[in-house]
């Protein structure tokens, strides 16, 4: 091997490369992939949601995917001709969407059969569960990703919330 860097390899932060200068501190590397952090939400005692601190790329097109409702060039066409009005967005299913992707693991207890109800993995399966949680814990839910978002609350607003955020580091693969 000629000790010089090829394409794709991995060079590890200062380490001199073939060229003899050192590469960035490790602290000014660009941090290429999203991280694992999550969130638990404890409901009760024994109840509790784990949500992501941080979407991947791949989830935040999902997410914004979810928003738009997908009507064909046909059905745009003649709506266009007849000069109707046609809702482009679909809020519900990017609410669902959100929260499929958010959900990193639970533990939710369906008092009906007085089981725990499986987290599946697939977006379009998790969204099938999601869609049965009542509407308090979905707002709820809800309610606390916006938070992680940052989007809308300001932290005195979010002091007040019942629900109570414990910081993990734990991931399930």
């Known amino acids: 091997m000629s000790g010089k860097a090829l394409e794709g390899d991995?060079?590890?932060?200062?380490?001199?490369?073939?060229?003899?200068?050192?590469?960035?501190?490790?602290?000014?590397?660009?941090d290429c992939f999203a991280g694992d952090e999550t969130v638990t939400i404890y409901?009760?005692?024994?109840?509790w949601v784990r949500l992501k601190k941080e979407l991947d790329y791949g989830e935040e097109q999902q997410l914004s995917t979810a928003?738009?409702?997908?009507?064909?060039?046909?059905?745009?066409?003649?709506?266009?001709?007849?000069?109707?009005?046609?809702?482009?967005t679909n809020s519900g299913q990017f609410m669902l969407t959100r929260l499929a992707v958010y959900i990193d693991d639970w533990n939710l207890l369906d008092k009906r059969t007085g089981t725990t109800v499986r987290l599946p993995r697939k977006t379009d399966e998790r969204i099938?569960?999601?869609?049965?949680?009542?509407?308090?814990?979905?707002?709820?839910?809800?309610?606390?990703?916006?938070?992680?978002?940052?989007?809308g609350q300001t932290q005195e607003a979010s002091d007040e919330s019942p629900l109570s955020l414990q910081p993990t580091g734990e991931t399930t693969e």
């Open 67 to 88: 928003l738009f409702v997908g009507y064909s060039q046909d059905e745009l066409r003649a709506a266009a001709a007849q000069n109707k009005q046609i809702q482009l």
């Open 10 to 30: 991995v060079v590890a932060p200062n380490k001199p490369t073939s060229n003899g200068h050192s590469d960035k501190a490790a602290s000014e590397i660009m």
């Open 43 to 47: 409901l009760d005692r024994l109840q």
């Open 128 to 151: 099938a569960i999601i869609k049965r949680l009542s509407k308090d814990a979905a707002s709820m839910l809800e309610a606390k990703i916006i938070e992680l978002r940052g989007e």
